[in-house]
């Protein structure tokens, strides 16, 4: 490729991009991805850290240590959930979706830490994984609010197997069965009062971007637990106690 073809195709970007009105959002996406794939490199040592910091207190007995990897699993996703929200929130406010992307978040998380669901083994791998899945959201979001239809179907597919399955019971967490038990109770009620809060909205004719994040919080929280149950990443009732 000569630098000819290679001027050609970048004043092809910035003629795409300008037309689009697109293209300072673009310089500013691209210095996002920059940081993200710097402090993504870094994500490693707070695992580490955790480590250190649960070892020491199970060495000073102020944790049990069959209890130690559950602190560990706990502390990190804590710290996980910190760099992530916060990421999430900046790429909006980019892509001026901050208040549709609230909405998304609180019925994530809320639904989430009930469900459980799939999680990868490394820190990292699991930021990027939710910032390209934010990406995504924020793609498929203005398509599927087109397509009403094709949302709530999908949306009440989600409910129905949220509703059947209820909680993951992840191998860090390695939840007791009464533990289990109120976790699907709670997962069953969270994800029923979602589904009428997003009916509600569509019967008051809300905005559907609102509707559509709101709707793929609970789609992506049952896509995760499926993932989970066909990966089995999970602790069977005859592997507790």
């Known amino acids: 490729m000569t630098i000819e073809h290679l001027l050609q195709a970048n004043h092809f970007f910035l003629s795409f991009s300008a037309k689009k009105g697109h293209f300072l959002q673009w310089i500013l996406f691209c210095k996002q991805i920059k940081v ?11 695992e580490k850290i955790a ?74 791998r699991c930021y990027l994984a939710s910032i390209v899945s934010y990406l995504v959201i924020v793609i498929i979001s203005e398509k599927l609010s087109e397509h009403p239809q094709w949302l709530f179907a999908i949306v009440l597919l989600a409910i129905t197997g949220i509703g059947l399955i209820g909680t993951a019971n992840h191998p860090n967490m390695h939840m007791t069965s009464d533990e289990l038990m109120e976790s699907k109770k709670s997962a069953r009620t969270i994800v029923l009062l979602e589904g009428c809060i997003i009916l509600g909205c569509v019967l008051l004719d809300a905005d559907m971007v609102y509707v559509s994040y709101m709707a793929i919080a609970v789609i992506l929280c049952a896509a995760l637990l499926c993932i989970a149950k066909i990966f089995k990443q999970e602790v069977r009732e005859n592997e507790e106690g």
């Not at 993200?36 to 707070?46: K, P």
């Not at 250190?52 to 102020?62: P, W």
């Open 36 to 46: 993200i794939l710097n402090l993504a490199g870094g994500i490693t040592m707070i």
């Open 51 to 124: 480590d250190d910091l649960i070892g020491q207190m199970t060495e000073a007995r102020l944790i049990d240590k069959e209890m130690e990897a559950r602190y560990v699993y706990v502390f990190i996703c804590w710290i996980e959930k910190f760099i992530t929200v916060g990421s999430i929130i900046v790429i909006s406010l980019m892509f001026h979706k901050l208040l549709p992307t609230i909405f998304f978040l609180v019925f994530f998380l809320e639904l989430r830490k009930r469900t459980g669901g799939y999680h990868l083994d490394k820190f990292y």
